[in-house]
């Protein structure tokens, strides 16, 4: 009987755009804002820049725009690999500012391990959250029996792990896997493909199939890929079409699709996206870090 479970096929998910925004007040590029976050360490800080569109923390925390490559200057993908600068330009020209900007498309990024692991393509509104139906449920994922108990009021349904390593799954069904960090209460997905190996996106990253050191991803149960979701919470099957996912906007603070957002509200400014043929070099390497 044929697989049916779903082609690793990392050109559908792993697609990058170049961000192009023009018109920008040069007061409003260099302004400081108020913004603040729960973790200022992954998004905005106070102070912070409102410009460039993703945080630059682990380049410039200071001034977020001291990143990207200035007037003249062009995109250097040594200096991008080194965390020295981010896949970002701006130039300035009678008081406005042309900003550039390569990084993953937006269904890319609004795309999560758990819309990976069920195979859909492009969700949109937020991260697909284990059992959730309305803002304002509980998303704790204090231990595996709380995770799978989630998962289960979606449609997913338990199996052995002889199970997925011997029997094909239904027609139109596959199998997916599900690790947990109890102290960061988050959870991880993994997608078993139709040749046979795993593979996964972690958040609004791209897809793959590898360990971090090239290798094929065939034990999900390994420690090396677990890192900190030490706890391994079993193996499920799930049928697509009927799978209940919900996107959380509350859940998904992802500040980069919050910043085109207001973007395209602001008076005389034009954003302009154009996708890539290929994954951009300079965000993966950055992303990657």
Known sequence: MAHTAPEYNPRIWNSSCNYTVQGIPAS???ARTNRTVDDPSLFEVDNATMFPLSPAY???PDMA???CFGPGEQLNHTLVAAGIKM???YSVRGGQ??????NACRETITSNCYCYAINKVGWSGGYCMPGYRKEGDDVDFASCADAVSKIELDGA???SKKRVYSAEPPPGQHYIAMVLWPEGRDYHFFRRD???SWSHKR???FVTNTYLNGSSLTDVEDTAILGAYKQFCGYFLVNPERHALTASYYAYQQSFVKRLAELEVQPGVRLDIVRLPHPSRGWAKFAYK
Do not use: I
Request: with cysteine; hydrophobic share 45%; aromatic share 14%.
């Open 65 to 67: 725009v001291k990143a």
């Open 157 to 159: 349904v338990p199996v």
């Open 87 to 89: 896949p970002c330009g």
């Open 203 to 205: 958040g609004d990253t």
């Open 194 to 196: 139709a040749d046979g």
């Open 58 to 60: 682990r380049a410039a």
């Open 97 to 102: 500012v042309r900003y550039w900007e390569e």
């Open 28 to 30: 409003l590029f260099f």
